[in-house]
């Protein structure tokens, strides 16, 4: 995995112990899932075009939304690519222009929902 900023991935993943198998598994699926993307990435392929399939094959055991959200934020922050990501997940999430918003102010827009009643 190709980090822009290593203490912040570090840091990260001191936070996160196997111990706390949620966080935990927020940072393995984040680092396989950037894995995978570099790999297709080495093989010519435009990080837009790779990163929804990529994602899923990182996902080997049905990670939820938020953790996805939290994967691209983290990725967003300490890996090479990371700005590309987040403007792509920006925008692919994006209801109305949310995303674009969020592109410009340097935000990563949280993709879980929650909606109560009808």
């Known amino acids: 995995m190709k980090l822009k900023d290593a203490e912040g991935w570090k840091k990260a993943n001191d936070s996160n112990p196997p111990t706390e198998p949620y966080g935990h598994r ?61 403007r792509w997940h920006n925008l692919r999430i994006q209801i109305g222009n949310e995303g674009e918003i969020a592109n410009e102010s340097g935000k990563t827009l949280n993709p879980a929902l929650l909606i109560i009643g009808e």
Do not use: H, P
């Not at 396989?32 to 435009?46: L, P």
């Not at 929804?52 to 996902?59: I, K, N, Q």
């Not at 055991?61 to 967003?76: H, K, N, Q, S």
């Open 26 to 86: 927020v940072m393995t699926y984040t680092e396989t899932w950037a894995n995978y993307m570099e790999w297709e990435i080495a093989n010519g392929k435009k990080l837009e075009d790779i990163a929804e399939s990529t994602s899923r094959d990182a996902d080997t055991d049905g990670i939820t939304g938020f953790m996805y959200g939290c994967a691209v934020a983290i990725l967003a922050d300490v890996w090479e690519y990371g700005d590309i990501l987040r």
